[in-house]
């Protein structure tokens, strides 16, 4: 039982990295981000292509948090100058330039062949302990991604960042520029999904673009949804929530035999519909937040 | 040598649909001020409709009629159920909303008509050569149908007192309340003809292509990119853009291949952003 | 996703077995039995066989039972969904090989889930059936134990089917159009190299985004070439528009389909006239052998359609017979000693066995067996891949009319 | 030494609304600037600060051109704005949204944060002590800890005054500080302004409430139509023939 357990609890964990990434971007500054996607695409991509040209794992992931930094820069500046709904279809249609990129530049990267073989971490030790190995490194980088973000939220830059969420005109009217917290703050999320993206790769040792669809960022987006956008609870909650529900339905045909094989897609994707629309009417501020949370 | 007169025709074609489903995303977007990513699937769900009603009675009219209702009846529903809820709300929380109720729908669809591919019974038609392009018959009977329907919803809009009414609650809601129009009212035609025009825009991409659980939502974005590239919530931008997007697209394949396509638009789009924040047609905005 | 982890009491063999199912959760190892993991794609892109798989996979665990088992060991089947994803593919066979404890897994379709699921099966030393055409599953890392068996044609098998139809059908200017996902690319690619090979040229290629409106564009830059023949790695969705797309334009050109794209349901979708005249290369071709009548019969049950309307339904069928007969010659069920007799049962020399219960009375009887299968007659190589023989269809009239077979 | 404006324009549309406007308000002076609706008042706020680019015009503060800078830079060379509808930090507190205007914080940069945790605790220190001195200058200790968007229309404005404090400015602009606020509140917040004038900080006001401001302010600017038509000390501008006409249509 334990290695699908734990198994589970490491793709949560790749979930709560991305999830954090948007409470920064989201909850706390207020961006909406809508390719997150493709930050974790290419730290993926980036840590697998590394290690696959002879390069340790520990380099790969730190290139992959790197890698999927640089395209924040731009993309902040693009931000400066858009609406909200905007900023979330312009960064949307990043996420699908990547994976279109990395679709069709089959040289590097073998396109829609995928990149197998990838290096496991830890692969020297025997399956167990290589799977709790893991699963302890995850879960390090994890807490320590989730010390930062308190030490984030509650410092100066973070009240700031609230501030400009709250109001970006009156923060520049008091002397500061928001374009600068926007990039970092984007930039930081961006290397948790890269981060993130890394260890997937080598966690699940084959990664092709189909992998990396919108429909990955919208999860996220559920996980904070569902836990509460302004709350760093909020992400590790909604996470473990959403595994549940995507995970649980393989459990559902014990309990419930008549809905047939087919069905069982369809039912999954109207499961987490309808509870995000529930959430979102019923509990705006997430399972974990206050009522009167941004 | 490309033949670019034909991929210009290709890709007016292929804008047609854009331009459809950017529309609905348009209109909505006038009123309740969010991009509502379920009108993907609301056209599948004209599409579905579309098709049980044409293998029922054999009839293409009344397949496009329930459509029309299907979507509009959709749309209503999700305005009551969900999207009224959030009004006032950040956009944010209705347009996570509405990818909550685009699931809701493909898995009521799901359920109900299953996951295989299924197809309009249209007889098919060689195409003829008009000045050197080659068009079928299908072709310019979808493009009549896209015309019809585009003068439907701007005679509604500029002819009607309903649609000067929506078009003053697009403006200024607070303004037009004052001068005695009911925004409730307003807002349920708008859902209606918003929902309407993705059904049949559902429909319409059916018959060209084939119905399948996923036909709208691989619609969106492009969709998507046409209303903001022609300034959302203006109904001439985005068929305007629409169109414009298709050729793009179809003029790129000879320079950058097709793989790249979708990549093009999405490039127009930013460099459109940089250029005009607001679109290509779109009321500029300014901190008051 | 679906965990039908049923255990099956079989009451008498005389009047024909009763089988009774009962959804329970057993993880208990018991003795006697053997665990069977069916890892199928029954939602996402695959869902088109998937439901088959399982059930062919079903039906044929069924059969050994019924036949008293394997060296006396009954089956038990425990499905679970790939949802054609690799991630969600990965989860499932932790499940299976983790909660469950099976002992092999059976029916991974696309090549992305068998790439993702080989190194767990390898890690728990069990062996995995796939059905996928992807070249790298057959060498280190993927297959570095040799624990991984595909009953599917690679790529590269399939592009030398169609060069050889090619040179059959006396093309000259042959032009290639593939969806752009490692089978598309890889069967043209394959038939590209292969057509090469023979000192052919290629007149054009293109490879197209999935999920568009209109592939006239694409049609066209390679109908401009002037190509004889068109083969495409395509799959039914964008056939079904491009074939209608193309029909529309008028211009003649002949088409060779892969037969998961040039099916029945192609021609219900844009009916018979546009596609009279299409070849459709399938890998099934032991249509002729008692063991396809088997797997189609069972499969007719199960699923209330033909057996040629689900290729990798009879390559599943054939795994189940295949690890029964290797079973019951190694008389043991230790991965190793499975290995080492599937090629015993499988490959030549050896008596042709069509079925089960065939089979099992050769062993019983001493005699070395040579499973002729379903969906090939199975002789697995050095990499554990098959080379099946492809049946080349005429598509007349709306029917499909297997015409021919070619060897490669 | 003064914030020197010179013959600033500025379209809307086709609209003129600034049409050559001109002021000079003295270092440390309190200077009132009224006008009808659609004057043109809050239009000159936004291009003196840097909101709105005006067309034509020059914008000096001590001598300095700053027309050219954004507005977070004029805010940072002195010339700090508040605005008519209060733009509070809504989920803040009433002390974070002080100190989050603090200027040079080094626990604002990611990297002052993670490596120089000790400054950024010293500085934090002072910065609090900052915000309570301010606090209980604009008596608003009572609802220090609670969050911005839950005060009265007035503790709003307040607020925004206290925030522009924390910038240790030269210059405040101030949009119509008594606008929705009760008489009481009012006269209070003349108070606080009237103290802040004495410490040396200058103030260019907006404000509709005439008596209200003309209480406060010993030289005012009437602007109409986009134009200065009258300054000079309240009693003399309120009697010229112009500003009567501008306010009242000419019927007194």
Redesign the interface.
Same mark, same amino acid.
């Given at each position: /039982?334990?290695?699908?357990l734990i198994?589970?609890t490491i +793709?949560t964990l790749i979930y709560v990295l991305l999830a954090l990434g948007l409470t920064l971007q989201?909850g706390l500054t207020g961006l909406?981000n809508f390719g997150h996607v493709g930050f974790f695409a290419i730290g993926a991509y980036t840590s697998a292509l590394l290690t696959l040209n002879g390069w340790p794992v520990g380099v790969g992931i730190v290139a992959a948090a790197v890698a999927a930094m640089l395209p924040a820069l731009p993309i902040g500046y =693009?931000s400066l100058? +858009?609406?909200?709904?905007?900023f979330?279809?312009?960064t949307?249609?990043?996420s699908?330039?990547v994976r =279109?990129?990395v679709? %069709?530049a089959r040289e590097w990267t073998s396109?829609?062949? !995928?990149l197998?073989?990838i290096a496991?971490l830890y692969a020297s030790l025997n399956?167990a302990a290589s799977e709790w190995a893991v699963l302890g490194t995850i879960l390090a980088v994890t807490l320590l991604a989730i010390w /930062?973000i308190t030490?984030?939220a509650r410092?100066?830059?973070g009240?700031?960042i609230?501030?400009i969420?709250? %109001?970006e #005109?009156?923060?520049?009217? +008091? !002397?500061?520029?928001p374009a600068w917290?926007k990039i970092?703050v984007l930039a930081?999320g961006a290397a948790l999904a890269g981060i993130a993206g890394a260890f997937y790769a080598h966690y =699940?040792?084959?990664?092709?673009p189909?992998?990396f669809v919108?429909l990955v960022t919208?999860y996220a987006? /559920?996980a904070i949804?569902l836990g509460g956008a302004?709350r760093i609870s909020g992400a590790v909650v909604g996470s473990a929530i959403l595994m549940v529900l995507l995970?649980g339905?393989?459990?559902?045909?014990?309990f419930l035999?008549m809905i047939s094989?087919?069905?069982?897609?369809? #039912?999954?994707? !109207? #499961?987490?519909?309808? +509870?995000?629309?529930l959430c979102?009417?019923w509990r705006?501020q997430g399972l974990t937040g206050k009522r !009167?949370?941004? | 040598m490309s033949n670019f007169p034909q991929l210009i025709a290709n890709g007016l074609v292929q804008g047609l649909f854009i331009a459809m489903a950017a529309l609905a995303i348009t209109l909505a977007f006038s009123i309740a001020r969010f991009p509502n990513a379920a009108t993907g699937d609301v056209m599948t769900a004209g599409a579905y409709t579309g098709l049980a009603t044409q293998s029922a009675t054999g009839s293409l009219i009344l397949a496009g009629i329930v459509a029309i209702f299907t979507g509009a009846a959709i749309s209503l529903a999700a305005d009551r159920l969900v999207f009224r809820k959030l009004a006032g709300r950040a956009v944010v929380a209705s347009l996570v909303a509405s990818i909550g109720v685009a699931f809701v729908i493909r898995a009521v669809l799901g359920v109900t008509f299953g996951l295989s591919q299924l197809v309009y019974d249209i007889p098919l038609t060689r195409a003829k050569l008009y000045w050197g392009v080659r068009l079928t018959p299908l072709d310019l009977q979808v493009a009549g149908a896209v015309a019809l329907a585009l003068a439907l919803v701007f005679g509604i809009l500029h002819l009607t007192p309903i649609g000067r009414q929506m078009r003053a609650v697009a403006d200024d809601r607070d303004l037009a309340r004052v001068s005695g129009v009911r925004p409730e009212r307003v807002m349920l035609a708008l859902w209606m003809i918003s929902g309407g025009v993705a059904g049949l825009a559902g429909m319409m991409l059916g018959i060209k292509t084939v119905v399948e659980p996923e036909l709208g939502w691989s619609m969106l974005l492009p969709a998507f990119t046409a209303a903001i590239l022609g300034g959302i919530g203006s109904p001439g931008g985005a068929v305007a853009a629409g169109l414009l997007l298709g050729v793009v697209q179809e003029m790129s394949t000879p320079f950058v291949g097709f793989n790249y396509k979708l990549a093009i638009a999405f490039a127009a789009l930013l460099g459109v952003l940089l250029w005009r924040p607001s679109g290509l047609f779109g009321k500029r905005e300014g901190v008051r | 996703m679906t965990t039908t982890s049923r255990r099956q009491f079989l009451q008498g063999a005389a009047a024909g077995a009763a089988v009774l199912s009962l959804p329970q959760l057993t993880f208990a190892q018991s003795a006697g039995v053997f665990r069977i993991g069916a890892l199928n794609p029954i939602t996402g892109s695959g869902s088109t066989f998937g439901t088959g798989m399982l059930k062919a996979i079903q039906a044929a665990a069924d059969v050994v039972n019924a036949a008293g088992g394997a060296a006396g060991i009954k089956f038990e089947v425990i499905s679970e969904d790939t949802q054609t994803s690799p991630q969600a593919g990965v989860l499932a066979a932790k499940k299976l090989l983790d909660v469950n404890k099976v002992q092999a897994v059976f029916g991974t379709w696309s090549s992305g889930v068998s790439l993702a699921v080989v190194p767990l099966t390898n890690d728990a030393n069990v062996i995995l059936m796939n059905t996928s055409g992807a070249p790298a599953l057959s060498v280190p890392p993927a297959n570095a134990k040799g624990l991984s068996f595909r009953f599917q044609a690679t790529n590269d098998r399939f592009g030398r089917a169609f060069a050889e139809v090619c040179v059959k059908e006396g093309f000259k200017r042959p032009a290639t159009m593939a969806f752009n996902n490692a089978s598309g690319i890889g069967n043209a690619d394959g038939f590209k190299k292969a057509w090469e090979g023979k000192g052919g040229k290629v007149v054009a290629g293109v490879v197209y985004e999935p999920n568009q409106t209109s592939y006239r564009s694409e049609l066209q830059k390679v109908l401009d070439a002037n190509p004889d023949v068109i083969v495409t790695g395509s799959y039914l969705q964008d056939t079904t528009i491009i074939m209608r797309e193309w029909y529309q334009s008028g211009i003649p050109v002949k088409w060779i389909l892969p037969g998961w794209a040039g099916s029945p349901d192609l021609v219900k979708a844009v009916t018979a006239p546009v596609v009279e005249g299409v070849i459709s290369v399938d890998s099934v071709s032991n249509s002729g052998a008692e063991s396809y009548k088997l797997y189609d019969a069972a499969y007719q049950k199960a699923m209330g359609k033909p057996g040629s309307s689900n290729v990798y339904a009879a390559m599943t069928w054939d795994m189940v017979i295949t690890l029964a007969l290797a079973i019951q010659s190694a008389g043991k069920t230790d991965t190793d000693s499975i290995k080492a007799h599937i090629r015993a049962v499988a490959n030549p020399p050896g008596e042709e066995v069509f079925s089960y219960e065939a089979g099992l009375a050769a062993l019983k009887a001493g005699k070395k067996i040579n499973y002729q299968g379903a969906s090939s007659a199975l002789d697995f190589d050095e990499y554990g891949d098959v080379t099946p023989d492809f049946g080349v269809s005429f598509i007349e009239g709306g029917a499909i009319n297997q015409k021919y077979v070619v060897k490669i | 030494m003064s914030l020197d404006i010179a013959n600033i324009t500025k379209n809307f549309g086709g609209m003129r609304v600034l049409d050559g406007v001109s002021l000079s308000v003295p270092t440390g002076s309190l200077f009132g600037l009224i006008g009808p609706n659609g004057a043109g008042k809050s239009t000159l706020f936004a291009a003196i600060s840097g909101f709105q680019k005006q067309e034509t015009g020059e914008v000096r503060l001590d001598g300095t051109r700053i027309d050219a800078l954004t507005p977070h830079a004029r805010a940072r060379a002195g010339l700090v704005r508040t605005f008519q509808v209060p733009r509070e930090f809504g989920h803040l507190t009433v002390r974070e949204n002080l100190c989050a205007a603090a200027p040079n914080q080094t626990g604002e940069s990611l990297l002052g944060l993670f490596f120089r945790p000790a400054r950024v605790a010293r500085e934090e220190a002072e910065i609090a002590a900052e915000a309570e001195e301010i606090m209980q200058r604009l008596r608003l200790t009572q609802v220090a800890d609670q969050p911005a968007r839950l005060l009265s229309g007035g503790q709003k404005k307040l607020l925004e005054l206290g925030r522009a404090l924390m910038l240790k400015p030269r210059f405040i602009l101030l949009d119509e500080p008594f606008a929705g606020v009760n008489p009481v509140l009012i006269a209070e917040i003349a108070e606080r302004i009237r103290d802040l004038n004495a410490t040396g900080i200058g103030f260019l006001i907006i404000e509709h409430d005439l008596e209200a401001l003309t209480r406060l302010t010993p030289y005012i600017a009437v602007l109409d139509r986009g134009r200065i038509i009258a300054e000079g000390a309240p009693d003399a501008v309120l009697a010229d023939v112009q500003v009567r006409e501008a306010y009242l249509g000419g019927a007194v």
């Open positions: /039982m334990s290695a699908y198994a589970i +793709l989201f909406i =693009i100058r +858009l609406r909200d709904d905007y979330a279809i312009v949307l249609a990043f699908e330039v =279109i990129v679709t %069709n396109g829609t062949q !995928g197998p073989g496991r399956g /930062m030490r984030i410092s100066p830059f009240r700031l609230q501030a969420r709250d %109001n #005109v009156a923060v520049k009217a +008091l !002397g500061k520029d917290f970092q930081v =699940i040792t084959y990664i092709v189909d992998q919108p919208f987006w /559920m949804t302004s995970e339905s393989r459990f559902v045909h014990d035999p094989d087919s069905a069982m897609a369809s #039912v999954r994707i !109207g #499961v987490v519909g309808l +509870l995000l629309i979102i009417v705006p !009167g949370d941004a | - | - | -």
